[in-house]
């Protein structure tokens, strides 16, 4: 039973309880139902999602650093979580964090919150909207101390949909694949311009994935300035890009 997931996390430093897989497999059950009425994942075989959506999703816990007292509950925002990646792994093993889900289609939206009444899921909310548009909200705005995102878009957009999420001292992790340098080179000038600056990048070990998946983590140095992010649309088809 997710004897992979349970092998993986524990490589992390994470031991789960079965109550904890109990709710992997509820998750799973809900993500082919969800997928017979919707496309909600192009993931479908029970053992990619258990390998390609759950442990894939727990692997940026790698570049998340946490508190370490016992009764914090870190707030982590996800944007463009989609049927629930990383945000609702990332609950199942984290049960105090206090995680925020960002989503523009309402479909996976509706689908995201059925699961976590389903589930009985405590301290988990999704936000549906787009990020350009919430990210202007002041109850949003730079009210995040960790903000993580996969599978939206290339990073000199996707730091334009999170980094202004981040409050200033706070960290953004992009969870990405394959090599990065180009793609980081070319987010420069965006990272500077949002009020960022890079950190560190994290190779996700080949013990846990053997295709090059990596953690871009990246530090909101100061506030982003009120005209980021534009307006919908603009980030991902114009790109800060320089020059
Ligand atoms: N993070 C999930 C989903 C990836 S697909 C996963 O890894 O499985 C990208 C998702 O981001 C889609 O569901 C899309 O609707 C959402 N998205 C893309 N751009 C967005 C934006 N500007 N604001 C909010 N959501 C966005």
Redesign the pocket.
């Known amino acids: 039973m997710m004897q992979h997931l349970a092998e993986g996390a524990a490589l992390m430093g994470y031991a789960l309880s079965s109550a904890q897989l109990q709710q992997f497999e509820e998750f799973r059950t809900e993500l082919q139902r969800g997928n017979e009425s919707m496309n909600l ?1 192009s993931i479908k075989q029970p053992a990619d999602v258990e390998k390609l ?1 759950f442990l894939d999703s727990l692997t940026v816990l790698l570049a998340l650093d946490l508190p370490q007292n016992e009764d914090n509950s870190p707030l982590i925002l996800d ?5 629930g ?1 990383p945000g609702i792994p990332l609950k199942i093993v984290l049960p105090k964090a206090r995680i925020r889900m ?4 309402g479909k ?1 939206v509706s689908f995201m919150r059925q699961v976590i009444t389903t589930m009985g899921l405590p301290n988990i909310e999704v936000l549906q909207g ?3 548009e919430l990210a202007h909200t002041p109850t949003l705005r730079e009210s995040f101390p960790f903000v993580v ?5 290339p990073l000199a957009t996707l730091v334009e ?1 999170c980094l202004p999420f981040c409050s200033v001292g706070g960290t953004f992790i992009a969870m990405k694949k394959g090599d990065m340098d180009a793609e980081l080179k070319a987010a420069a000038h965006a990272i500077r311009v949002l009020g960022g600056e890079p950190l560190s990048r994290m190779a996700v070990p080949s013990k846990l994935f053997e295709d090059n998946r990596i953690l871009v983590t990246i530090e909101k140095r100061i506030a982003t300035p009120r005209s980021y992010p534009r307006r ?1 649309g603009v980030p991902s088809h114009n790109p800060l890009l320089k020059g």
């Open positions: 994942t959506h944007v463009g979580s989609g049927a990646f960002l989503e523009a289609t996976k787009r990020a350009e995102s996969r599978a939206v878009a949909l919908p």
